[in-house]
């Protein structure tokens, strides 16, 4: 067993949240909604994981105990010297070393996509074909946020700031499901099924409020301002939050019908992008959250089934003018007539196509970086409908918007159910990824992974 969760341990590819050798402190816990603080990691009863043995050539696997705590972590007798290196097995089946005490296999051969005289953030552990794998989980990611010491990420269960080689800094685990987070670059607004709390980029919790709707989505626009989005499609209100003050500034007072659910910010701007994702066919409607932070509907795309809409979109830059939807289409965003006493028919006007995707191509992920570049992922494979996304492998693409043209490109090999979150990293300059895993069957997950990509 020990030998197996040391090939899983290596480069933090697979085994989620090791913790600290002997049960050390290794980095904060705290629960969602209190005022952060230091205490044990919380586990599964039963769970066997891998463990550093500090001083120790071999690793070590420890228990978590009825409690949820892992227990102390068991190591072998045979000892090592600080600085003695030792062989291990890379992720990707190549071979590496580990240094005594230490739980990350270094020096592992990438497969493809990235040089390997180019260290990733990890300094070149736990590559991926074509990227670099920095964290893996068993639970479902909700959202992820790039900051300049390295990624929050945000759980069903838990947060998470992680370091740029992936380690644990700070942990918080929600003592209710959470549902939706948004980042306006300094304040980060988590919504649980009951309530709301700020946190700062430490993962300092600032200040928690009761929610009246579980927010199924969020947005942050200007003045720490979160928008919750609750989780259902007829007479939708929306409820604005004031992130510094934990205090709630308006709901409503209108009523939305059939204008979908999942949002997103018009980056630059303070409005956001909705898709009905559910109904046939889809249309993107835009809204806009007002000086007295009331939320009033702009306009919908007019072609109702021209074009696919979907939340797998990219903008031209910051601020934002076009949308440019998975098909290439590209769409001015404001007309005119964009307005709410124009009935919304001057919203998301055609306006040419990206023409980078090859026939009958589409992307399966889209982001941008604000000065004109947009990241997309196409899928290579054509298999059948149950095939997971990039099994035959995907292009992660960096595209240059106004020359419309592809100006960088790697190639990706996974087995994706759905990706979550593609973000741009203005800090490494990267493209991170996070998307769930599939599962035994149809439709079901088997945890995820995040990947970064420099194409």
């Known amino acids: 067993m020990v030998g197996c969760l040391l090939m899983l341990a290596c480069g933090r590819t697979v085994v989620d949240e090791l913790p600290p050798a002997g049960g050390g402190s290794g980095g904060s816990t705290a629960t969602a909604g209190g005022s952060g603080g230091s205490g044990p990691t919380r586990c599964v009863p039963g ?23 892992f227990g102390t972590c068991q190591c072998p007798a045979t000892t090592c010297q600080p600085g003695e290196t030792f062989a291990c097995a890379c992720p990707n089946g190549s071979a590496g070393t580990r240094a005594c005490g230490s739980m990350v296999c270094t020096g592992c051969t990438p497969t493809s996509g990235l040089d390997a005289s180019t260290p990733g953030p990890d300094g070149g552990a ?18 992820l946020f790039p900051v300049s010491g390295g990624l929050i990420v945000v759980r069903s269960t838990t947060l998470q700031l992680l370091d740029v080689n992936g380690a644990e800094v700070t942990r918080v685990d929600s003592p209710r499901e959470i549902t939706s987070a948004a980042f306006d670059g300094t304040l980060l607004g988590v919504a649980d099924r009951a309530m709301l709390t700020v946190y700062d980029t430490a993962l300092t919790s600032l200040r928690s409020t009761n929610l009246i709707d579980v927010c199924a989505s969020s947005v942050a626009v200007s ?69 007295d932070s009331s939320v009033a509907f702009m306009g919908e795309s007019p072609y109702h089934g021209d074009f696919a809409a979907s ?42 196509n990206l023409g ?50 592809v100006r960088g490109q790697v190639s990706w090999a996974a ?41």
């Open 47 to 69: 769970r066997v994981e891998a463990c550093a043995c500090l001083g120790q050539a071999a690793m070590g696997v420890q228990t978590c105990n009825s409690a949820g705590i």
């Open 126 to 143: 736990g590559r991926a074909d074509g990227g670099v794998v920095l964290y893996a989980g068993t639970d479902t990611l909700v959202d």
């Open 223 to 291: 003045g720490s301002r979160f928008v919750c989005g609750p989780d259902y499609d007829w007479d939708r209100i929306f409820s604005t939050f004031d992130m510094t003050t934990g205090m709630q500034l308006r709901r409503g007072p209108n009523k939305y019908t059939y204008n979908g659910v999942p949002m997103r910010r018009v980056p630059g701007t303070d409005d956001f992008v909705t898709v009905t994702t559910s109904l046939s066919p889809s249309d993107f409607h835009l809204y806009r959250v007002a000086a």
């Open 311 to 352: 939340m797998v979109f990219a903008f031209d830059r910051t601020p934002a003018t076009r949308l440019i939807n998975q098909q290439g289409v590209i769409l001015r965003i404001y007309d005119t007539n964009c307005m709410p006493s124009t009935n919304g028919q001057g919203c998301f006007i055609r306006d040419g």
């Open 356 to 405: 980078t995707l090859p026939n009958q191509k589409s992307f399966l992920a889209m982001t941008e970086t604000g000065d004109g570049t947009i990241y997309g992922i196409v899928d290579r494979g054509s298999g059948s409908f149950f095939d997971a996304a990039c099994k035959m492998g995907c292009d992660v693409q960096r595209i240059d918007f106004d020359a419309r043209v």
């Open 415 to 455: 087995e994706v159910a759905r990706i979550v979150a593609a973000k741009y990293d203005p800090y490494r300059q990267q493209l991170v990824v996070g998307y769930l895993r599939p599962g035994a069957s149809h439709n079901t997950f088997n945890g995820f992974q995040i990947v970064g990509f420099r194409p």
